[in-house]
């Protein structure tokens, strides 16, 4: 796996204006509706998974997707040791899956609470996903508070049925 790290400027407390701008921000992407996603891994480094809906596109030659995991995430050591993942595009009937891989849920509560299958490289797949993309994470940047991972995607599966699961305005919506 390949990584760019920069040198992190000396961390100072925010000033009022910088705090303000960033609940503005935080404001301005709760109106950004994003596909919700069980982000999951297993290998020498363990079994994980959070929920996610910082995925994207980044090109359909090589298909890459982009994934932005939180470096304070309980995942984070698992999927950064273990360098493959499976990405889980949420249905709408998957909002109490999602909730509890976004919270503090232990893991092995996370994955008992839907049907799992493993992938050839070994990572979960949601059995009923509308979509999964099996991948190697190719690349890793440095996002903050955050790593930026490159997938290359080793592998497709979906759901011909089914209503996406959307995040907008801090809440759940059907699509």
Not at 83 to 101: C, D, K, P, T
Not at 121 to 131: E, I, Q
């Amino acid at each position: 796996m390949l990584a760019t790290k920069t040198i992190a400027p000396v961390a100072t407390a925010p000033d009022s204006a910088s705090l303000e701008k960033s609940a503005a921000y935080r404001n301005g992407m709760a109106r950004l509706a994003a596909a919700v996603t069980i982000v999951t891994t297993d290998g020498p480094a363990g079994r994980a998974g959070f929920a996610a809906t910082a995925v994207t596109s980044v090109s359909d030659n090589p298909p890459t997707l982009l994934v932005c995991l939180n470096k304070g995430s309980s995942a984070y050591p698992a999927v950064s040791a273990n360098g493959l993942v499976s990405v889980n595009v949420l249905s709408a009937e998957h909002e109490a899956v999602s909730r509890l891989f976004g919270g503090k849920t232990p893991v092995d509560e996370r994955f008992a609470a839907a049907s799992w299958e493993t992938t050839v490289s070994g990572t979960p797949r949601l059995s009923d996903a509308l979509v999964s993309f099996e991948c190697r994470i190719r690349e890793v940047h440095d996002g903050s508070t955050h790593d930026v991972l490159f997938c290359e995607v080793l592998d497709v599966t979906t759901r011909e049925d089914g209503q996406a699961l959307v995040y907008f305005d801090r809440g759940y919506r059907t699509v």
